[in-house]
């Protein structure tokens, strides 16, 4: 018998507040195709906005639902705000760190995704830059940093 396996990979290059990156687009492409070769069913996105974010995510959710591995691959800009990571979608509002976290993937909700869905087998794979982008604009910045 077979495994059924999927996976979400997103890859988050056209920031429009912050630094934009060079790689990411293409390492999801990269990624999803060699997953999809490896027999993985894959979402690929790439320059998400939060609410791209979200529906993926929910469609990764129901996809999981008859897997028994699941992977998730997350290519960006990435955060930590009080010892919880995020990982920013192209639109994060990073005006203050409330904002951030709320415009942004908190990456324990993926966690959670994948934990509910059964799968025998989660993966997940960050591939986030280590600076907080958005740290200058806050005033707090001793307690917040990269992924």
């Known amino acids: 018998m077979a495994l059924r396996m999927s996976a979400l990979v997103i890859g988050n290059a056209g920031y429009e507040y912050v630094e934009e990156l060079q790689n990411p687009e293409n390492d999801a492409y990269d990624l999803g195709c060699a997953l999809e070769s490896s027999g ?8 998400c906005n939060s609410l791209d974010m979200d529906r993926a995510l929910k469609q990764f959710g129901q996809a999981l639902a008859d897997s028994d591995v699941g992977l998730f691959f997350f290519a960006g800009h990435g955060m930590q705000i009080d010892g919880e990571n995020y990982l920013a ?59």
């Open 40 to 47: 993985f069913s894959v979402i690929t996105k790439t320059d």
């Open 89 to 147: 979608a192209i639109n994060t509002d990073g005006s203050d760190e409330i904002a951030a976290k709320y415009s942004s993937l908190p990456l324990n909700r993926v966690i959670e995704v994948i934990e509910k869905s059964g799968c025998a087998t989660s993966i997940i794979v960050l591939d986030a830059c280590r600076n907080n982008p958005f740290e200058r604009a806050w005033s707090r910045s001793t307690t917040t940093r990269g992924l």
